[in-house]
């Protein structure tokens, strides 16, 4: 891809031209709505391909303290307010926990859980789908990149096994023997596995801080508790489902643990490095989990766990450098998350809250609250990321549901685990999904199609399973 695409670079700036020159509406600050214009017009500009994530929010933070929207008038507070995004916890939780999660990648260990849980589960193409999807949900809590835990570990496993059970991309009639099957398993089984925990997915701690922003607080634990019961019911029941209505044609997979087996034996016994990466694994789930006993927050607990492997040398300060995709999440999540805070702090996201949240004042939050999550949810068709749908939508679907009397912790969870959830949609709808898509085993009509009842499924399964468990916990 072209780093600029000068046609929707275009289009992006015609946008926050036109948003930037329209009468500022009353009740709204000037800068507000100069900020919203800048805003609009870098998420056009991401979802456009206009130039690179990076590039964009580059952009954005530039105009942000050329034009002073943040300190009218006073140009060293408004560059100081436009790199505020730097200073913040999240940002940096998310930027380590790609740092650790370079110690899996570099030690093998991600790949020998996954080809442990192929040897013991992969007589069956249900028990290979169990067995790739449980290896990405024990790697999702410290792997944030839900693109790097499936390019990385996962999809490389799953091909070379499709290929050494027949399906071969390059035979199209070869392709519903398995391959295909595993495919929009091991995808939307990485879907659930984003929304379980808060550092599994980068969108994940995006929506936590805007959430905050709205008064509502939400720990990893809490996250972690909330999503759950529904999450791991949509893990079970994704191979199941698929195997009824988008069957392989192979019903046994013999040969699978024998592959697996192989491949460990090449490995060879486990390294003194993985068990290192082991038990930095577990101190980071306890401070996580148990990290308020402590008085250490989740960032914090981060940097314990990476100074733990640099000085074990299971990770050197030139793996932590050469880490691009940490560096670059930080420099793009900086730019739209200091945007949307400052948005709700200018006063924004309040007001256009309570304009929407009144025209559904007739409505009780029970009958408002589906309402939300359904509009928020089918709008990803238009988003390539889940983070992009965050940055875009989340806070001001989250203010109108407060507005109206929603539970704020509930649709604070719901709503950020939606933008992913609904990844299952698109080929395009999700980091990993061209991964996946590009292995060729599923056309584009059937992607969307079992897509589409994938997400109906996760819907359901979230408002009535999710609905009753949140019960049980307060939630509502």
Not at 14 to 31: A, E, L, M, S, T
Not at 89 to 97: E, F, P
Not at 407 to 412: E, I, K, V
Request: aromatic share 12%.
């Amino acid at each position: 891809m072209k780093e600029i695409n000068f046609k929707s670079l275009i289009i992006t700036l015609v946008v926050g031209v036109v948003i930037w020159f329209i009468p500022v509406p009353d009740g709204v600050k000037p800068n507000a709505w100069h900020l919203l214009a800048i805003f609009v017009a870098t998420i056009v500009g991401i979802i456009s391909k206009a130039a690179s994530m990076g590039t964009m929010a580059i952009i954005g933070i530039t105009l942000c303290a050329a034009t002073q929207v943040l300190a009218p008038g006073d140009p060293t507070k408004s560059i100081l307010n436009a790199l505020s995004g730097f200073g913040n916890s999240t940002i940096w939780l998310i930027g380590l926990a790609f740092f650790i999660a370079r110690g899996f990648i570099k030690t093998g260990l991600g790949t020998r859980i996954a080809y442990s849980f192929i040897k013991v589960f992969g007589k069956s193409p249900l028990g290979l789908a169990y067995g790739l999807n449980t290896a990405d949900l024990i790697l999702a809590p410290a792997i944030p990149s839900n693109t790097a835990r499936a390019g990385g570990v996962i999809f490389p496993i799953m091909k070379s096994i499709a290929v050494n059970m027949g399906s071969i991309p390059e035979k199209a009639e070869t392709h519903r023997k398995i391959g295909a099957f595993l495919t929009l398993s091991s995808y939307n089984a990485n879907m659930i596995t984003s929304v379980m925990f808060l550092t599994a997915t980068a969108s994940n701690p995006m929506a936590q801080k805007f959430a905050k922003d709205l008064g509502v607080t939400i720990t990893w634990g809490s996250w972690a508790i909330a999503a759950l019961v529904p999450g791991l019911v949509c893990f079970l029941l994704v191979p199941i489902f698929l195997y009824k209505v988008f069957p392989p044609e192979l019903k046994e997979t013999k040969e699978a643990p024998a592959i697996a087996a192989k491949q460990l034996k090449e490995m060879g016994p486990i390294t003194i490095k993985e068990w290192l990466m082991v038990a930095t694994f577990i101190i980071l789930l306890v401070l996580w989990i148990f990290g308020n006993l402590f008085a250490i927050d989740a960032t914090t607990g981060a940097l314990i766990g990476l100074c733990i492997l640099l000085l074990c040398g299971v990770l050197t300060w030139e793996d932590v450098k050469s880490e691009k995709g940490a560096w670059d999440t930080i420099v793009w999540f900086s730019s739209l998350v200091m945007m949307g805070s400052f948005l709700n702090s200018l006063g924004f996201i309040g007001w256009f809250g309570h304009l929407v949240g009144g025209q559904m004042a007739h409505l009780s939050w029970q009958m408002a609250f589906p309402v939300i999550i359904l509009v928020y949810s089918y709008c990803h068709y238009m988003f390539a990321s889940a983070t992009a749908q965050v940055a875009a939508m989340y806070s001001v679907f989250l203010a109108v549901g407060i507005a109206v009397g929603v539970p704020g912790t509930m649709l604070a969870i719901f709503l950020g685990a939606c933008a992913s959830l609904m990844g299952s949609l698109t080929h395009y709808g999700h980091g990993p999904a061209p991964i996946f898509f590009g292995s060729t085993y599923v056309d584009l009509k059937d992607w969307w199609k079992q897509g589409f009842f994938m997400s109906v499924l996760f819907l359901l399964v979230w408002f009535i399973v999710g609905g009753m468990w949140w019960k049980v916990i307060g939630l509502w």
